[in-house]
């Protein structure tokens, strides 16, 4: 799309956050350059979940349908006892999510994402810097500063650099290390061929679904990808890495001595593990403001509202923050309304992502509580009654999910703007 009055955006990071705000603004008709430190565009980590408020914006800029060939259609949540691995909540997704959110939960390989995004933004002109590393904003000039390399200039910045952001750190004027959360996760996959021979595991292998296990002290949680060849399994523990670990290669066995006490179908698939990796789950403290005051710079995606990944919205929230701001600046007409359209990026994230961040976090100690009354009552809420606001499937809670799935980031951006719009013409008038 053509702008009267394109900038030059840098972003830096090419992770699904950096990507999703290069293909939003690109479309917003600016000129866009990404700068990345890895060597080649990529993404670490087996499966990912799209849910519907980030699938609605990637249908809206057409390449739902190419992710929609590489992903599995999950049926429904379910949420397990890790005691015995009986049914505590049943959440239908399929076609429910369509029918009611206009837009489908998926389960995809990350790599897929990663590069329908990355092809997607190529093809709209987006240019890419590789190997670039860098190590802070110089804000007086809208330069990113680049380690062993010359500044690389905009007219405006955005940081999509993760959780150890460069970026916020810029902002921010000092070291703002993240912190530990005291979780980790174990990543696994597991070939289905295996899990088909097995009677009690033919389910999990065949039915497309988001399989949950609540026990004490930890979760999992597994899916199937890769046309169905792959069941994905995140396994959330109390953290055990040293202090400056933040992912190693694991012990199966150690891994399988955890859950010991879990139910039979579970314990089978940790046998079937061969490789794990542990992952230190960190967070960051919330922010005062994600932007600079000068206008010319603002940050997105884990780099300024990192969170535990119990309700599979990270990414999600990065895709969002790209939508509202592309939507915003294909209405901003100069540097001074592009200062404007900022505020409103921030004033519109900020509440949603810190409430997503919190909820997730709530969620976590809901489903980690130890055995006893709390862990009862918590199983008995979800066998015994219809959702209801505060269940502790948070995905079935009806007025949360509609929070979470309902969002709609295009249409909030363009409201939010029109209201911007008539106040100052107010003024104007006088
Ligand atoms: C176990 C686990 C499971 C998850 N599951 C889900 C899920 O199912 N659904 C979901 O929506 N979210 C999920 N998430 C969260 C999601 O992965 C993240 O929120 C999301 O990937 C963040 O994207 P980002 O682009 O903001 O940051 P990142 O993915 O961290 O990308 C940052 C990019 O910036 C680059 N970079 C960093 N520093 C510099 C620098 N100084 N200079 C240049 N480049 C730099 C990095 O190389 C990287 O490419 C999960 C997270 C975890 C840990």
């Known amino acids: 799309m053509a702008n009267e009055s394109p900038v030059n955006v840098v972003i830096v990071g090419a992770g699904l956050g950096g990507l999703s705000a290069a293909i939003a603004i690109a479309r917003s008709g600016h000129r866009v350059k990404v700068v990345e430190q890895a060597p080649k565009l990529g993404e670490v980590g087996a499966g990912i979940q799209i849910p519907p408020n980030s699938a609605r914006i990637l249908e809206r800029w057409g390449i739902l349908p190419k992710l929609r060939e590489g992903a599995m259609h999950p049926e429904f949540i379910a949420i397990r006892s890790y005691r015995d691995g009986s049914l505590l909540s049943l959440q239908k997704l399929r076609p429910l999510m369509e029918d009611v959110y206009g837009a489908p939960y998926l389960h995809i390989h990350r790599a897929t994402l990663h590069s329908v995004l990355c092809d997607e933004a190529t093809r709209l002109g987006v240019k890419f810097q590789l190997g ?58 597991i070939p289905t061929s295996e899990m088909k021979k097995y009677k009690e595991l033919v389910d ?46 694991a012990n199966v066995n150690e891994m399988r001595d955890k859950f010991k006490c879990w139910c039979p179908e579970f314990r089978h ?40 990944p119990y309700l599979a919205q990270g990414a999600a929230q990065a895709v969002e923050d790209g939508a509202v701001i592309g939507a915003l600046f294909a209405k ?33 100690a809901v489903m980690h509580l130890p055995d006893g009354e709390e862990q009862r009552e918590r199983d008995r809420q979800m066998t015994d009654h219809e959702p209801f606001e505060g269940y502790p499937n948070k995905w079935a809670d009806p007025v949360f999910q509609n929070y979470l799935f309902g969002y709609d980031a295009d249409a909030v951006a363009v409201e939010a703007w029109n209201e911007y719009k008539a106040g100052k013409e107010r003024i104007q008038r006088g």
């Not at 007086?140 to 959780?163: H, N, S």
Request: glycine fraction near 8%.
């Open 132 to 189: 670039a590393t860098a190590t802070g904003i110089d804000f007086e000039k809208t330069a990113v500063k680049v380690k062993d390399q010359a500044d690389v200039a905009a007219d405006f910045i955005l940081g999509a650099d993760g959780l150890r952001s460069a970026c916020r750190e810029s902002l921010l004027g000092r070291s703002d290390p993240s912190h530990n959360t005291g979780d980790m996760a174990y990543r696994v996959v």
């Open 204 to 249: 999990f292998a065949t039915i497309p679904s988001f399989n949950h296990w609540a026990g004490p002290g930890g979760h999992a949680v597994g899916y199937l990808i890769a046309g169905g060849s792959i069941f994905n399994m995140v396994i959330i523990v109390p953290d055990e890495l040293p202090d400056n670990v933040y992912s190693a290669k």
């Open 269 to 308: 698939m940790l046998r079937m593990v061969t490789d794990v990796s542990a992952w230190k789950l960190r967070n960051s403290t919330e922010m005062e403001t994600w932007r600079h005051p000068d206008g010319n710079f603002a940050l997105l995606g884990d780099a300024c509202h990192a969170t535990l």
């Open 332 to 364: 901003a007409q100069d540097k001074d309304e592009i200062k404007d359209a900022l505020n409103i990026y921030e004033r519109l994230r900020k509440s949603r992502t810190s409430r997503v961040v919190q909820e997730s976090s709530q969620y976590g």
